[in-house]
């Protein structure tokens, strides 16, 4: 069964990006309905042995999610218990994924009742006297012999698990990004996903550079890249402005169109949240970038 869910996972998140709770309602198995989230943090179907499912719930879009700051020292995501008791029945179902190597699926709020689900996941110790577990998140693929976990990750190891983590946590910044701007870009308006990014205004790996939606931008890739370039920059008043050598060229209508004709506009797509908006501040700094630049 955990193997069906995942498949169906996989296909829903293709299909619709991240999956709010009405549609996480429609997963069958054996023609029966499965619930996968209750108002628990962690989840197990009635019978079940193991965790099925935990859950980590959306957070205000000027606040950094919770995972930023859990990762322990060997590089694994942490998960809280419910509350303080180890021997609640959630948490031991939770631990019983150790033993058992049986993998589960994390489902991480994007948006109030939506969820961008992660898996598998492999429970790998126990912490009782933090109240939390260290879990291993994997990218995606059939598991070839199910209740078979991967071996743990050695030393050889830990950098593939960062950057596994590292791009899992990416994902979660792209999809609230884009849910703030409504799946637009914020220059153009384009509303094909497939070439929409959630730009950091300043970069993650910069002091200030949280994964928060205020320091976001939803950019088309021609967008994004430019601004990356330092080609375009945004006022803190969301102003567009573009490189005055860029004005001076002579090119084909991608030029005059995509960035020639936009110097001078606002921003045409900005959050509705007040919280989620772009912050004048870090728009500030990364605009006299710009200015340098030129």
């Not at 995942?6 to 309905?33: C, K, N």
């Not at 994007?110 to 992660?118: N, Q, R, S």
């Amino acid at each position: 069964m955990r193997l069906a869910l995942m498949e169906w996972l996989a296909e829903q998140v293709r299909i619709h990006g991240p999956l709010d709770s009405a549609r996480l309602q429609t997963f069958t198995y054996g023609g029966e309905p499965v619930r996968l989230v209750d108002q628990h943090g962690i989840w197990a179907p009635r019978g079940f042995h193991c965790a099925l499912t935990i859950r980590t719930t959306f957070t205000p879009p000027n606040r950094v999610p919770p995972y930023v700051d859990r990762e322990g020292e060997d590089g694994l995501d942490v998960y809280k218990y419910e509350r303080t008791d180890p021997n609640l029945a959630n948490n031991r179902k939770l631990r019983a994924c150790i033993d058992t190597g049986l993998p589960l699926v994390w489902l991480r709020g994007v948006a109030k009742g939506i969820y961008l689900p992660d898996f598998p996941v492999y429970v790998r110790e126990d912490h009782p006297g933090n109240l939390e577990v260290a879990v291993e998140v994997r990218y995606w693929q059939p598991l070839p012999i199910l209740g078979e976990a991967p071996a743990e990750p050695g030393p050889e190891r830990r950098w593939g698990v960062a950057l596994t983590r590292t791009r899992l946590h990416q994902r979660v910044f792209h999809e609230r990004v884009l849910h703030a701007y409504e799946g637009s870009c914020s220059i153009c308006r384009l509303r094909h996903r497939e070439l929409l990014d959630a730009a950091h205004i300043i970069p993650d790996s910069e002091s200030g550079g949280d994964p928060i939606v205020p320091n976001g931008l939803t950019l088309c890739k021609l967008h994004h890249a430019a601004f990356d370039a330092n080609l375009l920059g945004i006022s803190p008043d969301y102003r567009v402005r573009v490189r005055e050598e860029i004005l001076r060229e002579e090119d084909g209508p991608m030029l005059l169109h995509g960035l020639k004709e936009i110097h001078g506009s606002k921003l045409a797509v900005v959050p509705r949240e007040r919280r989620a908006k772009p912050d004048p501040e870090r728009l500030d700094q990364r605009f006299q970038r710009f200015l340098a630049s030129a």
